[in-house]
């Protein structure tokens, strides 16, 4: 693999502008089938690393996208089996079910025994996709270098970065996250909302087994999680209003360890912080489109949704996959991959998916954030049906685990 730009009068079939999970995920998948790839990383490779304490809910569909891009082995030491998913109502017991769970036995059909994802650190994962680019000689990999802008001619983008190299490709592919550079220039809009909330995140020690169990607490004042990590701790996102979250990250560790466990101890068991933690906004936004001329919007660019659930990243491994699919399909028929052809089937397979999710995902929010009188007894029904329901508790199990219908080919 070379770290330099490409040479002038070089057209790449595919140029990825943005380096974290979802572009070297799609960087390894395009180069294995044949893709001629350059990747532009804004990160300067002697630049401190940045210690990112996420933790991510890779589903069993994305795991086999992984899989497929070969890096799954390389994070065995440090993932925790997903085996349940738990929501439970703090508002009410309305119908005698506070609850809803469900996990890997809601998937009778699983023909290898698999759970419903995988609980990876995020620095974890970043790493074993950075090697793996690493070790791909087909990957022009640009470090430390930013997107400036783009012209579109009839057979090829041609970008500009900061040091003033030009990069030609048949297609741009924006992996550059929700403030995306890719999709300013190519004029394409986004409408969403503020939640007027933040997340307090952080990586937790418990007293009590998680069991692999991920389990959230829905309040009105936001939803409290408990993501299942090795040697049973627990990557926890508590969500407050804009300020409250920032308040308790400026708190020392001996007062957010009081603060937790005086509200959550009920619910999770006694609790400590292990290791940083910060705070962030909530925000909702969308590309109105997720295509423009050569350019496919990828992962964040495309779509930032509520992550009451952990399917953000994992939309985002929907959009690799289904565009692998689309490249492949397209070259087996003679067109090229950044054809309006193309681009205007991957926007079909994929734009009502994300904005379904992030609808879905604003909806529960607003739901159990709302503590009025009318509201309660119907999310009670709502929790006891699909506790008690077979068929519905399964269909959830098979959304959560991004294992339904419709699924590009490498997450099958």
């Known amino acids: 693999m070379t770290k330099t730009a490409a040479q002038s009068d070089r057209v790449y079939d595919l140029a990825i502008v943005g380096a974290g999970p979802v572009g070297t995920t799609l960087a390894i998948l395009a180069a294995q089938r044949g893709f001629s790839v350059i990747l532009v990383d804004a990160r300067d490779p002697n630049a401190p690393v940045r210690k990112d304490t996420r933790t991510f809910a890779i589903v069993r569909g994305s795991w086999r996208l992984l899989d497929a891009a070969g890096v799954t082995n390389a994070m065995r030491g440090s993932t925790e089996p997903l085996n349940g998913l738990e929501a439970i109502d703090g508002g009410t017991h309305w119908f005698g079910v506070p609850g809803v769970l469900f996990g890997n036995d809601d998937l009778p059909d699983d023909p290898d025994g698999q759970p419903l994802g995988q609980m990876v650190p995020a620095a974890d994962l970043q790493a074993a996709l950075d090697d793996a680019c690493e070790k791909a000689g087909e990957i022009e990999w640009v470090q430390g270098k930013l997107f400036e802008s783009m012209e579109i001619g009839p057979a090829s983008a041609s970008l500009t970065l900061s040091d003033g190299r030009i990069i030609h490709a048949r297609l741009v592919a924006a992996c550059d996250g929700m403030k995306s550079s890719v999709r300013s220039a190519?004029?394409?809009?986004?409408?969403?909302?503020?939640?007027n909330q933040s997340v307090f995140a952080a990586n937790v020690k418990l007293d009590r087994p998680h069991g692999g169990i991920a389990r959230q607490l829905f309040t009105p004042e936001g939803p409290f999680a408990t993501l299942p990590?090795?040697?049973?701790?627990?990557?926890?996102?508590?969500?407050?209003?804009?300020?409250?979250?920032?308040?308790?990250?400026?708190?020392?560790?001996?007062?957010?360890?009081?603060?937790?466990?005086?509200?959550?101890?009920?619910?999770?068991?006694?609790?400590?912080?292990?290791?940083?933690?910060?705070?962030?906004?909530?925000?909702m936004q969308l590309a109105t489109r997720m295509v423009g001329p050569r350019t496919?919007?990828?992962?964040?660019?495309?779509?930032?949704?509520?992550?009451?659930?952990?399917?953000?990243?994992?939309?985002?491994?929907?959009?690799v996959g289904a565009l692998i699919d689309v490249m492949c399909d397209a070259r087996?028929?003679?067109?090229?991959?950044?054809?309006?052809?193309?681009?205007?089937?991957?926007?079909?397979?994929?734009?009502?998916?994300?904005?379904?999710?992030?609808?879905?995902?604003?909806?529960?929010d607003r739901a159990f954030a709302n503590d009025s009188n009318l509201l309660k007894p119907l999310r009670g029904l709502a929790l006891t049906l699909a506790q008690r329901v077979t068929p519905l508790r399964r269909a959830m199990a098979r959304q959560a685990s991004a294992d339904q219908d419709h699924l590009p080919s490498l997450m099958r």
């Open 229 to 283: 990590m090795p040697d049973n701790r627990a990557n926890l996102a508590w969500y407050m209003k804009r300020g409250a979250a920032e308040a308790i990250a400026a708190m020392s560790v001996e007062d957010i360890n009081a603060e937790l466990n005086a509200r959550f101890a009920d619910f999770a068991g006694p609790m400590e912080i292990d290791g940083p933690y910060s705070a962030y906004p909530l925000v």
């Open 332 to 364: 087996d028929v003679g067109l090229d991959p950044g054809s309006d052809v193309s681009l205007e089937r991957y926007e079909k397979w994929r734009r009502f998916d994300a904005t379904a999710a992030a609808m879905f995902m604003d909806g529960i």
């Open 296 to 319: 496919a919007l990828v992962g964040d660019a495309a779509h930032r949704i509520n992550p009451l659930a952990g399917q953000g990243l994992n939309l985002g491994f929907k959009d």
């Open 186 to 195: 190519v004029g394409i809009q986004t409408e969403g909302h503020d939640y």
